[in-house]
């Protein structure tokens, strides 16, 4: 029994105050709505950094030089997508739809998979170009910004292969339901980071 | 006044959900796609704008910029659900604290940095001054 029943929690006729404790999972979401602007604060301060640096080239390359903008489009597409299917999959969850639950999940996997992948090719072409993070504090902001998501991505992707084995486990509990609107949540977050960079990083590169 | 109190608790009992849930499958798959559809508007927005010779130049960043905000927008009201009811009232207020400090963040070092680099001396002129010492 995890969901404690709150008689009055949805009741209009009780005010607020003596309403009692919210259901368990709105406390859950908003809790990890709470610490998903908290790991957005940490990003505007990776986005502060870049701003300040990526004029800061030490006579290296720049990014308009080093950015393939079709590259980009594809990992932008591929993450907004997923973002579609992890709704979906929400969606399907929580109508307890085990079929829909698992295809909608794959997809979210391999588009993340994808996009992981396009960027990591990126990153290593860089490299190989003599544009590694410790040729300029450009490229160090560059590599901090951009490595922070991606590696935000790759911990999706590590969670949403536990959040389908324990869909296949323990099945379409309260517990895995508030889980997978969490992970929902956060995968939504990505995107929308992930906005803030497609604009300011590629689409501003001078 | 009272309609309003009315259709907010009917809104209430149809919508118990917290951000990111919604218990209707078909009327949420239709979210979804409106929500995509916007979105992918927006990107192919950005991505044209940004390449195209038909935008003028100094106007680049404010046009990328409102581009970007208006799909965070359409992100955060059709995929994390974020809506003027009161079940959202919570987030919200939470939502303009984080949007606050990240403001303060960005723009409190950039306007610092600016300065700092406008009243530091060329490079050559304090090469100079570490020479005389």
């Known amino acids: ?206 | 006044m009272s309609d309003l109190i009315n259709k907010r608790n009917h809104y209430d009992e149809t919508h118990p959900a917290t951000p990111g849930e919604i218990h209707d499958y078909k009327e949420g798959i239709q979210k979804y796609t409106i929500g995509l559809v916007l979105a992918a508007i927006l990107t192919a927005l950005s991505f044209w704008a940004a390449d195209s010779a038909s935008v003028w130049a100094p106007s680049m960043p404010a046009l990328l910029a409102a581009l970007a905000i208006g799909q965070m927008g359409v992100h955060l009201v059709f995929f994390l659900h974020i809506s003027s009811g009161p079940e959202s009232t919570n987030n919200i207020l939470a939502l303009c604290f984080g949007v606050f400090v990240v403001a303060l963040v960005v723009f409190g070092s950039i306007i610092i940095m600016t300065n700092l680099n406008e009243h530091m001396l060329p490079m050559d002129q304090l090469m100079n001054i570490q020479i005389q010492r």
Not at chain 1, 7 to 28: C, E, F, M
Not at chain 1, 131 to 153: D, K, N, T
Not at chain 1, 173 to 195: E, G, K, P, T, Y
């Open chain 1, 1 to 206: 029994m995890t969901v404690i029943h709150h008689s009055h929690a949805n009741d209009h006729s009780v005010p607020y105050a003596k309403r009692g404790p919210a259901p368990t999972n709105v406390l859950v979401g908003y809790g990890f709505w709470l610490y998903l602007l908290s790991d957005i604060i940490m990003f505007s301060a990776m986005f502060a950094a870049y701003a300040v640096l990526s004029s800061h080239t030490a006579g290296g390359p720049k990014g308009i030089d080093l950015f393939v903008k079709g590259d980009v489009l594809l990992e932008t597409v591929f993450l907004l997508v997923s973002s579609f299917t992890c709704g979906i999959m929400g969606l399907a969850s929580a109508a307890k739809n085990r079929n829909h639950t698992y295809w909608a999940a794959l997809a979210t996997f391999v588009l993340g998979a994808g996009f992981l992948i396009l960027e990591l090719q990126e990153f290593s072409h860089m490299v190989h170009e003599g544009a590694g993070p410790s040729r300029s504090a450009f490229l160090s902001a560059f590599f901090a910004l951009v490595g922070l998501h991606g590696l935000h991505v790759f911990v999706g992707l590590v969670w949403l292969v536990v959040m389908m084995l324990q869909v296949k486990t323990i099945g379409f509990s309260d517990m895995v339901q508030r889980r997978l609107n969490c992970f929902n949540l956060f995968w939504h977050a990505l995107d929308i980071v992930w906005i803030g960079v497609f604009t300011i990083v590629y689409l501003g590169a001078k």
